[in-house]
């Protein structure tokens, strides 16, 4: 069972749990009992009444569905990493912070952990404001994805997810017109923004408030496996794997985000660069698993195609994030599996249409893939 918002259920998707909201548009409280199908009145009941989403029951429902992060963990490790950056501010990070942010951690393994099917939806965890934060905590859930994905443990994910959510700390020391410059950073400029790994990893280890792997997961997040990264300019075995994961959950996350001196690129070509960049700038394997983790274009985004139409995606495959099922926009019952038929393999979908055009557009029935 998995939590998901509600911009993201999809009809033909079953509740996992009871949920009651109130529907001021027909003045009536509305029971649904789990188990239940969602149907296209009930979803725009539900986004009418302002509910966050529904836990979807992944194995009844028709469709496969996407791991989303509930909000209030989400609120939960924005607020711990800002305590957090202002304490190392001042001077000292407490035991307390992190104890915060551990607690945070286990709860954003508990809620990726609970499908073993999950693919990350890239739109739920996107958000545009207070960059450094959101961007701790988007990485933070990209490399638990990937480390899952990888195999690793329990106690190897909290790490994992520990350092995600700390390891740009180091960059609330840096002068605000440095990390906002639009501009190309001076020489000067471009080495104090690469002590950044350095200073928050330093901070803690020193205060003993991480454990070492930790350590070594925030300090060389900027490594490159070719050996051209900062800090020390580490080659592949000499960087740890937590801070090869994090090399991948960070870049993708920068490129994709707004920024004062960028416009963010589409997850397709974000993905497109991380791939290229497989062995020399990227790991190999962490590539592999951030490939089967990654939803660019989750179930039910209208997505604009290369043949001029637009479509609903219906459907992941988890090899070929760029190629999903979709529906054709005012073509019932006409799909197009872009990974499988070979019809389709000269249609490529080019980005994401305006969500309002999702509500204009008639969601098409889901279906079943095989
Ligand atoms: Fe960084």
New binding site residues.
């Given amino acids: 069972m998995i939590f998901v918002s509600s911009a993201n259920l999809v009809p033909g998707m079953c509740l996992g749990r009871n949920i009651n909201f109130y529907d001021a548009n027909t003045y009536a409280a509305v029971g649904l009992k789990a188990g239940t199908k969602l149907t296209d009145v009930i979803i725009t009941q539900m986004k009418r009444a302002d509910v966050d989403g529904a836990y979807i029951d992944d194995a009844k429902s028709e469709i496969r569905v996407i791991s989303s992060i509930n909000s209030e963990i989400k609120n939960e490790a924005l607020s711990g990493v800002k305590n957090l950056a202002n304490d190392f501010m001042s001077g000292g990070v407490t035991g307390d912070d992190v104890e915060e942010i551990k607690d945070t951690t286990e709860k954003l393994i508990d809620n990726l952990s609970a499908s073993s099917d999950i693919m990350v939806n890239i739109a739920d965890i996107k958000m545009y404001d207070d960059y450094t934060f959101h961007h701790s905590l988007s990485v933070s859930i990209m490399a638990l994805a990937i480390g899952m994905e990888m195999g690793l443990n329990h106690q190897e994910l909290n790490e994992l997810g520990l350092s995600g959510l700390l390891?740009?700390i180091?960059?609330v020391s840096i002068p605000i017109e440095i990390i906002n410059k639009p501009g190309r950073l001076t020489q000067e400029e471009f080495g104090i923004v690469k002590m950044?790994?350095v200073h928050a990893a330093n901070h803690l280890l020193e205060r003993r408030l991480v454990p070492p792997n930790c350590y070594y997961g925030i300090v060389g997040?900027?490594e490159k496996v070719d050996g051209t990264g900062y800090p020390k300019g580490l080659k592949s075995d000499e960087i740890h794997l937590y801070a090869k994961i994090l090399a991948v959950a960070?870049v993708f996350d920068a490129l994709t985000s707004q920024r004062p001196y960028r416009t963010p690129s589409p997850p397709s070509e974000a993905i497109e660069y991380i791939m290229g960049g497989t062995g020399s700038h990227f790991d190999e394997q962490c590539v592999r698993a951030f490939i089967r983790k990654v939803a660019p274009y989750p179930v039910g985004t209208v997505v604009q195609l290369s043949n001029g139409e637009t479509a609903t995606v219906m459907a992941n495959f988890p090899d070929q994030p760029l190629r999903p099922t979709v529906a054709v926009t005012g073509r019932p019952g006409v799909y197009y599996d872009l990974y499988h038929d070979m019809n389709c393999l000269s249609i490529v979908i080019t980005g994401i249409c305006d969500t309002k055009l999702a509500e204009e557009n008639k969601t098409p029935k889901a279906v079943q893939v095989k």
């Fill in positions: 390891h740009d180091g960059k950044h790994p997040h900027h960070d």
